[in-house]
């Protein structure tokens, strides 16, 4: 009798294991599924090292992108370290990315970090007429996926012009999900802390107008959300990390390596934060407002 008892102990254990583990894959699947209306996007920023931390994120991303559909990504800046790159025909071009990435197949639309200003940033623009895996055609651009359009803005010289262009294309911009990034965090509880310059700029032209805001810079893990305002995430542990405290607006915050998936649909942004093992630290669904 005992035995029977723990014999349908044990199994009723592993049914519930199973019917819990089962339930945490359709959570998952239920951020991944594809149709022909989602944008799939890889995010990360601030990889431009050419060291053993780019490429083990390298790696995760490779097999990441076997596993699930990726469409693109969108490079946060700082490109490559310690100053950018001299030429087209720096080898940094291969070391830094083409040898850690190329596997990937997918197109990486790059906006320009403080680092990339220390070099020839004209030549990460012209590289886009050189390869088609590289697309930056200005300082500053657009681009439509689907239901979705993309602002790129350069955060290292958010000058008077290029606000004017963000404010009167998001303005005109009748995509259901409107996603602006650059390097710069608007808000940040990591080592760099809040943008003075891009709140009194940046943020204003922003809200109301724009879906969520990606960036790098600080080499951390941050999803920040403050009641009325637009999410802001912030991924820069493509190579290495630094420190990351919590604050008012944190729903999230780690300093791992890693990366972000974002699936943007016609009814919502669905966010994932991975680690190097491909472990979902956090995510998220935002709705889009109608």
Same mark, same amino acid.
């Not at 699947?29 to 920023?45: I, K, R």
């Not at 810079?217 to 820069?236: A, F, Y």
């Given at each position: 009798m005992k035995s029977d008892y723990f014999r349908s102990l044990i199994v009723a254990s592993f049914v519930f294991i199973a019917v819990l583990s089962a339930s945490q894959r359709s959570f998952l699947h239920a951020t991944t599924e594809y149709d022909d209306s989602?944008?799939?996007?890889?995010?990360?920023?601030?990889?431009?090292?050419?060291?053993?931390?780019?490429?083990i994120v390298g790696k995760s991303l490779e097999k990441f992108c076997t596993e699930e559909r990726c469409d693109f990504v969108t490079l946060l800046g700082d490109n490559f370290y310690p100053t950018?790159?001299?030429?087209?025909?720096d080898i940094q071009w291969r070391t830094k990315w083409s040898d850690i990435y190329q596997s990937?197949?997918?197109?990486?639309?790059?906006a320009?970090?403080?680092?990339?200003?220390?070099?020839?940033?004209?030549?990460?623009?012209?590289?886009?007429?050189?390869?088609? /895996?590289?697309?930056?055609p200005g300082r500053y651009y657009q681009f439509k996926k689907s239901f979705g359009e993309f602002f790129v803005i350069d955060t290292e010289k958010f000058d008077a012009p290029q606000a004017e262009w963000l404010k009167e294309q998001l303005?005109?911009?009748?995509?259901?999900?409107?996603?602006?990034?650059?390097?710069?965090?608007i808000y /940040?509880?990591?080592?760099?802390?809040?943008?003075?310059?891009?709140?009194?700029?940046?943020?204003?032209?922003?809200?109301?107008r724009a879906s969520m805001y990606l960036a790098g810079h600080d080499h951390d893990k941050q999803v920040l959300e403050s009641p009325g305002d637009l999410p802001m995430v912030v991924v820069g542990t493509a190579a290495d990390l630094r420190p990351v405290r919590?604050?008012?607006?944190?729903?999230?915050?780690a300093s791992t390596l890693g990366f972000g998936s974002l699936q943007v649909s016609p009814v919502d942004?669905?966010?994932?934060?991975l680690d190097q093992d491909l472990k979902v630290e956090y995510e998220t669904i935002f709705p889009l407002a109608h």
């Amino acid at each position: 009798m005992k035995s029977d008892y723990f014999r349908s102990l044990i199994v009723a254990s592993f049914v519930f294991i199973a019917v819990l583990s089962a339930s945490q894959r359709s959570f998952l699947h239920a951020t991944t599924e594809y149709d022909d209306s989602t944008v799939n996007v890889v995010l990360f920023g601030d990889s431009g090292k050419g060291n053993s931390g780019q490429k083990i994120v390298g790696k995760s991303l490779e097999k990441f992108c076997t596993e699930e559909r990726c469409d693109f990504v969108t490079l946060l800046g700082d490109n490559f370290y310690p100053t950018g790159v001299t030429s087209v025909q720096d080898i940094q071009w291969r070391t830094k990315w083409s040898d850690i990435y190329q596997s990937l197949g997918l197109i990486f639309y790059a906006a320009l970090g403080n680092h990339d200003y220390g070099g020839n940033i004209q030549a990460q623009i012209e590289f886009s007429k050189r390869n088609p /895996s590289w697309y930056m055609p200005g300082r500053y651009y657009q681009f439509k996926k689907s239901f979705g359009e993309f602002f790129v803005i350069d955060t290292e010289k958010f000058d008077a012009p290029q606000a004017e262009w963000l404010k009167e294309q998001l303005d005109q911009s009748t995509a259901k999900a409107k996603i602006v990034y650059g390097h710069h965090p608007i808000y /940040s509880y990591g080592s760099h802390g809040d943008s003075d310059e891009l709140i009194r700029d940046l943020l204003p032209i922003l809200r109301g107008r724009a879906s969520m805001y990606l960036a790098g810079h600080d080499h951390d893990k941050q999803v920040l959300e403050s009641p009325g305002d637009l999410p802001m995430v912030v991924v820069g542990t493509a190579a290495d990390l630094r420190p990351v405290r919590k604050g008012p607006r944190t729903k999230f915050a780690a300093s791992t390596l890693g990366f972000g998936s974002l699936q943007v649909s016609p009814v919502d942004l669905r966010l994932r934060i991975l680690d190097q093992d491909l472990k979902v630290e956090y995510e998220t669904i935002f709705p889009l407002a109608h």
